[in-house]
């Protein structure tokens, strides 16, 4: 298992952090997302084998937010 760090813009709430915890956790190789509202950041667990971030990004936009 490894962690990814991402920064992630205009999130305000609790339902922002869930909005965006359950976009990141679709993902078939993420098995846990985990939102700081305070620090803007989020830390996703996956499997080893999956390499590409940008589609982690792609989630959270598509949930509404910027992921940077």
Do not use: P, W
Request: hydrophobic share 35%; net charge negative.
């Amino acid at each position: 298992m490894q962690e990814t760090k991402l920064t992630i813009k205009g999130m305000s709430c609790q339902h922002c952090k869930m909005t965006v915890e359950n976009a990141l956790e679709k993902h078939d190789l993420v098995s846990k997302a985990e939102v700081e509202l305070e620090s803007e950041t989020a830390t996703v667990k996956h499997e080893d084998r999956f390499k590409n971030v940008s589609e982690l990004k792609e989630l959270v936009e598509e949930a509404g937010y910027k992921a940077v």
